[in-house]
């Protein structure tokens, strides 16, 4: 896997104030009037990142026919580095975006009328990554030792905070070369993207989720501007079940995962097979852990209430919004999660 796309994982993943997308966002909403209404059926959906696994639920919808079956034509964009998914769907260029729940509240705090309309991944999957020989399977472990993390992120933060874990920190340049050359170090990363990265280089590692510690946001949190949630719930409702069903049979169906990786390999040529497959398989019981089990995508009251709290708790809200204003689950249908999970093809990686 390439550096760049770490480092766009560490920086989507990071509950982080960004100003700059910010700014970005509030001038495309300034100039939403002049944009034409989306045409009906069809959609733009902003990737959370190039194509890869963590799309791949969109990709099994688009293979299996599910959009067009419903009358919908859906054009699914790579996301990336340079590309704000918040201004795209503000404007109105794109109809669906991905963040995470602090991303969404982020928003909310800067007037951008958006609102989330499911979350793929129920257990947050960013955490911490350690030498496996210095035998850490605790936070409490890691008190005084150097972390290599995003600037801004809040998760050392909150360990800081709430669980009296205090760590230096060193700035996280798209690499995790540092990581791999010293045994003391800690690395923030993603379980199918850093992990893989250290085994290949012969690293073996323990992984520590930042969700054992109690900050626990939604993460790949699809969104809508308000605008478009009113306008087109007909679609969006479409949409969101075709799109579901296309996740079970994505992650409970190999054949159904085969035929999407390989549009995914065929849409981004720096994926290979082996690091597709491990991402599918890894990724899976973050999406269909807790609520998801029985409806994937879920959102509950409490969910979000936590987060206000949290983020409050870090003086990171100038002022708590109504959760009503952050999402709206209505249109999401119930479809639950694969009965079991099948083990990735032999070989595969």
């Given at each position: 896997m390439h550096s760049v796309r770490s480092h766009r994982r560490l920086l989507r993943a990071a509950i982080a104030v960004v100003t700059a997308v910010v700014a970005l966002s509030a001038t495309a909403c300034s100039n939403n009037s002049s944009s034409s209404p989306a045409s009906a059926g069809k959609m733009t959906v902003i990737l959370p990142w190039y194509a890869d696994p963590e799309g791949g639920g969109y990709f099994a919808a688009q293979s299996e026919n599910l959009y067009k079956n419903a009358g919908l034509d859906v054009t699914l964009q790579p996301g990336g580095p340079q590309v704000s998914a918040t201004q795209l769907v503000a404007s109105g260029r794109a109809q669906i975006g991905h963040t995470d729940a602090a991303g969404i509240v982020q928003a909310q705090q800067q007037g951008i009328p958006i609102v989330a309309v499911a979350a793929l991944y129920q257990d947050n999957p960013v955490g911490i990554l350690s030498h496996s020989d210095q035998n850490i399977t605790s936070f409490d472990q890691m008190k005084g030792r150097?972390?290599?993390?995003?600037?801004?992120?809040?998760?050392?933060?909150?360990?800081?905070?709430?669980?009296?874990?205090?760590?230096?920190?060193?700035?996280?340049?798209?690499?995790?070369?540092?990581?791999?050359?010293?045994?003391?170090?800690?690395?923030?990363?993603?379980?199918?993207n850093e992990v893989r990265q250290a085994e290949e280089s012969g690293v073996p590692v323990n992984f520590t989720p930042y969700s054992d510690s109690g900050f626990n946001p939604y993460n790949d949190v699809l969104f809508t501007s308000k605008s478009y949630f009113d306008q087109h719930k007909d679609d969006l409702k479409k949409f969101l079940q075709a799109s579901m069903t296309g996740w079970h049979d994505y992650m409970g169906d190999v054949t159904v995962a085969g035929d999407a990786n390989k549009a995914i390999l065929a849409a981004n040529s720096e994926q290979t097979a082996k690091s597709i497959w491990y991402a599918w398989d890894k990724q899976r019981k973050y999406v269909t852990a807790g609520d998801g089990a029985k409806q994937l995508g879920a959102m509950s009251e409490d969910r979000w209430k936590t987060l206000l709290d949290q983020l409050q708790k870090l003086g990171q809200l100038t002022k708590a919004p109504a959760t009503s204003d952050l999402y709206d689950a209505s249109l999401l249908p119930t479809v639950a999660a694969p009965a079991s999970l099948p083990a990735a093809p032999s070989g595969s990686y």
């Open positions: 150097t972390l290599v993390s995003q600037a801004g992120a809040l998760y050392p933060v909150w360990l800081d905070k709430q669980l009296g874990v205090p760590m230096q920190t060193m700035q996280y340049q798209g690499s995790i070369a540092n990581f791999l050359k010293d045994p003391k170090l800690l690395q923030q990363g993603w379980p199918t």
